[in-house]
């Protein structure tokens, strides 16, 4: 028979040197990481809320709890900046109430007196971290936030004391609004689990408008059966009879490739101004193309970009994003599912020449060393980028991401048309309904021609989808001769509340799409 571990044994699993030093915490994300891991642990919040706040009998309304709060984590914070986080004993009370559980079970955590004081300790730790993650500013006079800045950067993780291979806790952009788990606690810190996937948390002052336009290049323009190619035979691994590996091989080095995109990048900074960022879908390019790219694209522009290898002799294919944020350096995440090609699919792009219908044909590519990048690139505005099954397959990525709340989530794909009724709106949904994030879909023209669908138009020239939490799923597709669209995202700001009542004065941004202007290679175009 099991015996259920005591609140101390929980939490000194987190924080070791609890076993014998229980002094205060004295860095809020700690805190927060000690606080909410109890509570998520034994669901005890789900209880406590279910009358808040809690004595309204001595006039602790919730507006007079919330400012009680919020001037509690500004304390500390200033505790902090003047080098005196030891002697903020402000929380003693709740923290004490905490250590003299320490021999009481796990489920203790569930009388309303301790959940409640456990509930304070998270509430004012996140309220300290406002701000935590953005980029630097040049005025900052904040050592807390230029800590944690320092210490997402080198560990992924905004604490202090705790192990990151235990728990992680990460900036939050967006709280979710609908239901109720231990992500509506807080509105600006995020508690990971120690995950197969390790984050990364970068930022770079590089957004210095309250909108994005993003130039998006669905090349190639053309894809051919002849570029999948079956590796089954040649690969180290040995499948059972009724599955296959593929690879796909990219097109030889395309002389005329920059000079095109610069053109385009050109026309499209003529129509609307300036061009924040080119986007490219998966297996667009190769690591010279993405290389030779970044050098010639001006550095108030940022590049996000399938990159790909395919399977030779053996050796596993390359498919991962590319990201380039200058100044920083050069980011690459990889692919974290295979695609698996079934009998439909085979059929639906054309490919059983080369793929035999009959099997299920496994993309051999290099899936270790999981990685999900994050690019904080404003006060308000954090990116990050998936690829194709990333979107859709839950684990183990999207816990994360839906932790985190990245405000743009841009998703690359090796897909057929971008239309409302398939598979990737409905993903998009999922992600700008809890947490709110807003997703750009990118596919390849090459790939929605390629496309047949066994009923109706496959609107071959649908290469984009946007899906933000106001609207619905909106379609972006391409004109004949046009090889691009710029989009305009403009920055919509909504207030935010957590579970327990508080709010974020109107700060959590929301990227919505504004406008999409297509555009054609003026070398090449009569019109202008």
């Known amino acids: 028979m099991s015996v259920e571990p005591t609140i101390g044994q929980f939490l000194a699993g987190i924080l070791p040197r609890l076993q014998n030093d229980t002094k205060f915490p004295s860095w809020p994300p700690d805190l927060f990481a000690l606080s909410l891991a109890l509570l998520k642990r034994t669901g005890a919040y789900t209880r406590v809320l279910q009358d808040w706040p809690p ?17 509690l984590g500004g304390d500390w914070r200033t505790a902090i900046r003047l080098g005196q986080k030891e002697q903020f004993n402000v929380l003693n009370e709740e923290w004490e109430a905490l250590c003299r559980s320490f021999d009481r079970p796990l489920s203790a955590v569930r009388s309303r007196l301790l959940c409640e004081a456990v509930m304070k300790l998270v509430a004012v730790a996140d309220e300290a971290s406002e701000g935590v993650g953005a980029p630097e500013d040049i005025e900052e006079d904040d050592f807390f936030l230029r800590a944690t800045r320092a210490f997402l950067i080198d560990y992924a993780s905004a604490c202090c ?26 509105l600006y810190l995020s508690l990971c689990d120690a995950s197969q996937v390790a984050p990364q948390w970068l930022s770079t002052p590089f957004l210095g408008h309250n909108s994005i336009n993003l130039l998006l290049i669905p090349r190639p323009n053309e894809v051919l059966v002849s570029q999948f190619r079956d590796v089954t035979d040649s690969a180290t691994a040995e499948l059972p009879e009724d599955f296959g590996f593929f690879t796909y091989d990219l097109l030889g080095y395309d002389e005329d490739f920059i000079g095109r995109v610069e053109a385009l990048y050109g026309e499209a900074k003529r129509k609307l101004g300036r061009i924040d960022g080119v986007v490219l879908p998966e297996l667009a390019i190769t690591d010279r193309q993405f290389r030779d790219l970044r050098s010639k694209l001006p550095t108030d522009c940022f590049l996000v970009a399938g990159v790909g290898r395919s399977a030779d002799a053996g050796k596993r294919g390359v498919n991962e994003v590319r990201l380039g944020f200058p100044p920083l350096d050069d980011l690459a995440q990889k692919k974290h599912h295979p695609w698996k090609l079934n009998e439909a699919q085979v059929v639906q792009y054309g490919l059983g020449g080369v793929l035999t ?20 690139i404003s006060q308000d505005i954090v990116v990050c980028a998936l690829i194709c099954e990333d979107l859709a397959r839950p684990d183990p990525v999207a816990d994360i991401v839906r932790t985190v709340g990245p405000n743009l989530v841009i998703a690359l794909l090796m897909d057929g048309p971008q239309t409302k009724e398939r598979w990737a709106a409905r993903y998009a949904t999922v992600l700008a309904d809890d947490p709110g994030c807003s997703v750009l879909a ?29 609207k619905g799923a909106t379609e972006i597709e391409l004109p004949e001769g046009h090889e691009a669209v710029a989009v305009s ?40």
Not at 161 to 186: C, E, F, K, W, Y
Not at 489 to 494: A, C, D, P, V
């Open 442 to 470: 990118l596919t390849s023209l090459g790939m929605t021609r390629l496309s047949r669908p066994d009923s109706g138009l496959s609107r071959s020239r649908v290469a984009a989808l946007w899906k933000d939490a106001f």
């Open 357 to 376: 219908p009959s099997r299920d044909w496994w993309e051999y590519t290099d899936f270790t060393d999981r990685c999900l990048n994050f690019v904080s």
């Open 161 to 186: 004391d705790i192990d990151p291979a235990i728990l992680r806790v990460l900036p939050r952009m967006h709280t979710p609004q609908n239901g109720l788990t231990d992500r509506s606690l807080s």
């Open 55 to 71: 004595d309204r009998d001595n006039e602790d309304t919730l507006e007079n709890r919330t400012s009680r709060i919020r001037r």
């Open 489 to 528: 995202l403009s920055i919509r700001y909504r207030e935010e509340f957590t579970a327990d009542g508080r709010g974020d004065d109107s700060a959590a941004a929301f990227p919505i799409l504004a406008g999409a202007h297509p555009i054609a290679d003026p070398r090449t175009s009569r019109t202008r």
